[in-house]
């Protein structure tokens, strides 16, 4: 059966880019992808579709709507352009190295939106009922959002959770080696440190990259 779509790259997500998977991890993928001709002009909606693999899952995007989600500063978007494992269509190799090679460029477009979503992404774990996993990611959230703009390291460096202080305590709230009560005061004051910051962020916005 023809696909309606031509795939662009294709790039690991989730917890192998951050160091914190296990033997048992799902690979999950995002790919970006030109559709054809009929999608074009028959659908107005950006072509995106989830697709299950023997490994995870592989989530099919119009890069128009990647695109779209990297202007918005989607971290699990942008995390794609930093991936550790890439598959590239050799048709388009020169664009997808030309966008990879800016991709520190494309994150620092607008800064006090990715501090948004930063910030936003913490508050929902705690508006929800409490997981291990929620938690995890509201620590790792604060670490990205810490190391990125507190401590200025490239976003590259700051995805690479095995490098935080934090580490041991989001691989812990994360398998649920935390006490529950522990891991929201913790989460409390992560938050209260990242509001504290706002006024310090850089408003201006430059998508000329």
Same mark, same amino acid.
């Given at each position: 059966?023809? +696909?309606?779509?031509? /795939?662009?790259?294709?790039?690991?997500? #989730?917890?192998?880019?951050?160091?914190?998977?296990?033997?048992?991890?799902?690979?999950?993928?995002?790919? @970006?992808?030109?559709?054809?001709?009929?999608?074009?002009?028959?659908?107005?909606?950006? *072509?995106?579709?989830? &697709?299950? %693999?023997?490994?995870?899952?592989? &989530?099919?995007?119009?890069?128009?709507? %990647?695109?779209?989600?990297?202007?918005?500063?989607?971290?699990?978007?942008?995390?794609?352009?930093?991936?550790?494992?890439?598959? +590239?269509?050799?048709?388009?190799?020169?664009?997808?190295?030309?966008?990879? !090679?800016?991709?520190?460029?494309?994150?620092? !477009?607008?800064?006090?939106? =990715? *501090?948004?979503?930063?910030? #936003?992404?913490?508050?929902? #774990? %705690?508006?929800?009922?409490?997981?291990?996993?929620? @938690?995890?990611?509201?620590?790792?959230?604060?670490?990205?959002?810490?190391?990125?703009?507190?401590?200025?390291?490239?976003?590259?460096?700051? =995805?690479?959770?095995?490098?935080?202080? /934090?580490?041991?305590?989001?691989?812990?709230?994360?398998? #649920?080696?935390?006490?529950? &009560?522990? @891991?929201?005061?913790?989460?409390?004051?992560?938050?209260?440190?990242?509001? !504290?910051?706002?006024?310090?962020?850089?408003?201006?916005?430059? *998508?000329?990259?």
């Amino acid at each position: 059966m023809k +696909k309606d779509y031509e /795939f662009v790259f294709t790039s690991l997500y #989730g917890s192998q880019n951050y160091n914190l998977d296990t033997k048992s991890s799902d690979k999950d993928y995002k790919m @970006a992808v030109v559709p054809s001709i009929n999608k074009l002009v028959l659908d107005k909606k950006p *072509y995106i579709k989830v &697709e299950e %693999t023997e490994e995870g899952l592989v &989530e099919v995007k119009d890069i128009r709507h %990647t695109f779209l989600s990297f202007k918005k500063m989607s971290i699990v978007d942008l995390e794609v352009l930093f991936s550790k494992e890439v598959i +590239k269509n050799r048709k388009y190799k020169d664009e997808i190295d030309k966008l990879f !090679s800016i991709r520190e460029e494309v994150v620092r !477009s607008n800064p006090y939106r =990715l *501090y948004q979503v930063m910030l #936003g992404i913490m508050i929902s #774990g %705690t508006k929800r009922k409490y997981t291990p996993k929620t @938690a995890a990611q509201s620590m790792r959230y604060f670490d990205l959002f810490n190391r990125y703009f507190i401590r200025e390291e490239t976003f590259e460096s700051a =995805l690479d959770t095995s490098k935080s202080e /934090f580490f041991s305590l989001i691989k812990d709230a994360k398998y #649920g080696n935390i006490k529950e &009560e522990i @891991a929201k005061k913790e989460i409390e004051e992560m938050i209260k440190i990242t509001k !504290s910051y706002e006024d310090k962020i850089d408003k201006n916005i430059n *998508y000329e990259t």
